[in-house]
């Protein structure tokens, strides 16, 4: 018998949950790239040029690279912040690890994912290619991390005796906190993973000044209303359905 908050009850969970979270939004997950991608296109080209190029099933580009991407990612994270959490750990000492393993782990599958949701989008096919943007990919998991488990791990300690299992609004908050605050650093992200004649050779600096040199500081902002907005059905599904197999499973091990 497995003990709650065991590892094969967070893989199981993180699997559900991943899947289910990302089949919600992964349209709007095209979108968004595609914006970050082209920000002199408006939301009305980019979708035009989406289906003029594949038609519907455009909009599910990448869908099982990523998938190949966020469930490892998703088990990673959840089975070692709430092992380390278990333990009695602090919020920093269950991020750090948590984060430096899911970046070391996952990258290569996010590039992968990348290419196919990017018009005109090049082949993964060298260690190089596959670690592309991991710099940035980190500061962008940090910071993801970071205030998505530790503003949900906040709500759930300060409302717990007011809001009994609210896992859809507490998911919900903590996605959309973390969307939105790694907003700027997503979209220099995307620059640096799509640079595939390596102009800015994984220079988080230099894609931030080329960026803002030809578009403005508005660009950084670009993609921030859709992700916003889709991070909190995203966010709520996924604790919703994390918290709810996570709860059966430990019922049936007992």
């Not at 991608?37 to 990523?66: C, E, Q, V």
């Not at 005109?120 to 998991?141: C, M, P, S, V």
């Amino acid at each position: 018998m497995f003990k709650k908050n065991s590892k094969p009850n967070s893989i199981l969970s993180g699997i559900c949950a991943s899947v289910a979270s990302q089949t919600a939004i992964w349209p709007s997950e095209v979108l968004k790239m595609n914006l970050q991608k082209y920000p002199h296109n408006s939301h009305i080209t980019i979708i035009k040029g989406i289906l003029k190029r594949d038609g519907i099933m455009g909009f599910s580009r990448g869908f099982a690279a990523a998938a190949c991407s966020n469930v490892p990612q998703a088990c990673v994270r959840f089975t070692i912040y709430k092992e380390l959490e278990a333990k009695g750990y602090g919020y920093l000492e269950c991020t750090v690890p948590t984060i430096a393993i899911n970046t070391f782990l996952c990258t290569p599958f996010v590039n992968m994912a990348m290419s196919r949701m990017i018009q005109g989008g090049a082949k993964i096919n060298t260690l190089q290619g596959a670690y592309r943007g991991w710099r940035t990919l980190l500061l962008k998991n940090s910071i993801k991390t970071g205030t998505q488990f530790n503003v949900y791990r906040w709500l759930r300690e300060y409302t717990h005796e007011y809001v009994q299992d609210s896992y859809i609004i507490r998911g919900g908050i903590a996605t959309s906190a973390a969307s939105l605050a790694n907003n700027p650093v997503d979209v220099v992200l995307t620059h640096i993973q799509t640079d595939y004649r390596n102009k800015y050779k994984g220079s988080i600096k230099s894609a931030t000044a080329d960026l803002y040199s030809k578009h403005g500081i508005g660009c950084f902002l670009k993609g921030a209303g859709i992700r916003t907005a889709r991070a909190f059905p995203g966010g709520a599904v996924f604790f919703y359905i994390f918290e709810t197999v996570s709860s059966a499973l430990d019922c049936a091990w007992k």
